[in-house]
């Protein structure tokens, strides 16, 4: 298969995480790398939700291999973090479920070990601006890319691609914070997934096909129902816990704005150089 169009590189925007939690217990989680243009450069990272990198007592990324600049399909590679909560940085805002951990040192290691990683980055350039944000509709079809359930191709590596819809007006903060919801199936391993406005040129006037692809946000909460007509937002779990088992999700997730990725990695280049 040809990495030859947008669609297929979502496929290797997403990397695994499999994590052993304090309790013992497996999950598994998505993460996503970026790259961000800075006045010292372009650096890039891997991003996730910060629930999904705390309480966990061991941690793994999943990569798949590089061969001659192309994908070594099924060729995996997991890159284990020792210390894996303090590994990452989290958003300065502790409300924000964000967490970043910079590529240069995980690409380093795997060259260690003779492995080189295969990756597509998105742009934070992709990421809507205030203004790009009003010209949106109320409603707009979405993409997002993961593991959720933990389901995957193991023999291939590749995640799930799945679609839906806003939910709430993108260019409003639901509730009053940097998120918006999505009308969508949002299970766990969800948790992280980036998510893109997108639509093909044919579904758009020309004039605004350029809008056809952004860089939304990432998932991070999934509405359950408790009891009769008492909704509550929750992180999407890392595993299939009882709160998962006992309650019921109606199908709408809540995403983080990608302002807040913008954030989180201008808050870590401010304190750090790589």
């Known amino acids: 298969m040809e990495i030859n169009s947008i669609t297929k590189k979502l496929l290797f925007n997403t990397i695994r995480v499999d994590t052993v939690l304090e309790d013992g217990s497996e999950g ?110 109320a409603l707009e079809e979405v993409l997002f890319v993961g593991y959720p359930s933990g389901v995957w191709d193991q023999v291939n590596l590749m995640p799930i691609l799945r679609r839906g819809t806003t939910a709430t007006p993108m260019a409003l903060d639901f509730e009053g914070r940097a998120e918006f919801l999505i009308d969508a199936a949002v299970y766990p391993g969800s948790s992280g997934s980036p998510v893109f406005v997108y639509q093909p040129d044919t579904l758009r006037p020309s004039q605004i096909a350029g809008r056809k692809f952004l860089f939304a946000g990432v998932v991070a909460a999934v509405f359950f129902r408790e009891e009769a007509n008492h909704l509550v937002p929750a992180p999407v779990p890392a595993n299939n816990s009882a709160m998962v088992m006992g309650s019921e999700m109606i199908d709408l997730g809540l995403v983080i704005k990608a302002q807040a990725v913008l954030e989180v990695i201008n808050a870590y280049l401010g304190k750090w150089a790589e």
Request: net charge neutral; charged share 20%.
């Open 28 to 137: 598994s989680g998505t993460a996503f790398v970026v790259s961000h243009a800075h006045a010292r450069g372009t650096h890039t990272f891997i991003v996730t939700n910060r629930h999904l990198v705390d309480g966990v007592r061991r941690g793994g990324l999943v990569f798949t291999q590089k061969r001659n600049g192309q994908p070594a399909f099924g060729q995996r590679f997991q890159l284990n973090i020792e210390d894996f909560p303090h590994a990452w940085f989290l958003h300065p805002d502790p409300e924000v479920d964000l967490a970043i951990i910079p590529m240069r040192p995980l690409e380093q290691a795997a060259r260690d070990q003779g492995v080189e990683l295969y990756y597509q980055v998105i742009d934070t350039r992709l990421a809507p601006d205030a203004a790009t944000l009003r010209a949106l509709d």
